[in-house]
């Protein structure tokens, strides 16, 4: 059957034209494969090569790398300049999320992109559909209304060479996941609002070494917790606002990072369990952080973020001080020079993050920049004194004013 008639597009994309902005593709309802091959060739950029990094202009306002930048994966030997087209297009989204329909002879089209393609408005694809894109390489693809994933289509994308956002399935079956695992990057699926053991057992072998997120699951039973746990890559949790002992100690047995950012509360048996976890670990919502809870928590390794509220008591500041890893602690705002010295102290020699600080006198910051356990970060210290932020920059590895040295 032939493509619908598309939205008349065609004719306008030369490289730079405004049909690439997102306000003009987004409102595109219907594409045929010419309208969609030409898009793609207007998205191209040309780029240079440096050292295996694919290097855009970084004022080119469709350029989305960071500081006009790609780096490539370790695996992927460097590039040479031959092979620029490969990676020409990467710079570039393109917001398709108005898209009602996708024929297979566009989703052909469109996975000749490498960047990013947002296909937001789709409620369904065709297994034919996905297998096509599922040659995509270069930048993610959102499906971000989707209600369903066939096991076909979820195998076929698996082989996809970037993100996959499925932020509105509410729920995924045993193939389906089976075939999602298998993907080898970052892995969205923030509508699961529960999941099936079965199906955290398949989703926790995602290959991918980056994230699994699954940011709106608020049913966390046991086993659920248990089968998580295996995932080896980052695990997002943000919808989990508390845990069951159970939950703590199996989560307590992986390595990977770790975010609950909405866990509100946390028993100190809890945290021992949690102490135990190698990587990330990510606290953000913590209501309260009792001298027992921050000694096991000091006793954690890799990074750690949590909060404190400025009452904090000066040993519950020195037990996670202890933490050998990077610190990031938020809701302090106020360093007084004594409480400066026990920051000062960190062993772990790997940096503090200190984000929320908004007073600090010339003695607490003179104090505070013998800190010697790697990188010192306080954000723009533009709001603080002249004389304030020159004691700061004594530090040898300070971070301010997003001037790291």
Known sequence: MPDQKS???AGDHSAGGSVLTRERT???????AASARAIVRAAARPVRLVDGLAEYDS??????????????EPSIEP??????????????????DGLERLPVSVARELARHRGHVYLDRLTSITDSAAAALGEHRGGGLSFNNLRSLSPVSAFALAGHGGELSFNKLRSLDLPAAIGLSRHAYDLYLNGLRALDPAVAVALARHRGILNLDLGRLDTFAPDVAAALARHCGELHLHGINELSDDAAVALGSRSGSLCLKSLRRLSA???????????GLLLHSLQEIDLPIAQWLGRHRGSLRVPVRDDVKDGVLAALIEHRGPLGISGLSTIT??????????????GLVLENVR?????????????????????DISRFSAETATAL?????????????
């Open 7 to 9: 939205d008349g597009l």
């Open 26 to 32: 987004g409102a595109i309802r219907f594409l045929d």
């Open 59 to 72: 004022l080119d306002p469709v350029s989305k790398t960071c500081c006009g930048y790609l780096c490539l």
């Open 79 to 96: 590039l040479r300049q031959d092979d620029a087209d490969t990676v020409g297009h990467y710079a570039v989204h393109l917001y398709l």
């Open 269 to 279: 048996g809890q945290a021992r369990s949690l102490s135990n976890h190698a990587g």
């Open 337 to 350: 020079p004594a409480r400066a010295a026990i920051l000062a102290g960190q062993q772990g020699l790997a």
């Open 359 to 379: 007073s600090i006198d010339v003695a607490a910051a003179e104090i505070l920049a013998t800190h010697r356990a790697g990188l010192l970060d306080l954000g």
């Open 393 to 405: 920059r004594r530090h040898p590895l300070h971070s301010l004013d997003g001037d790291r040295v």
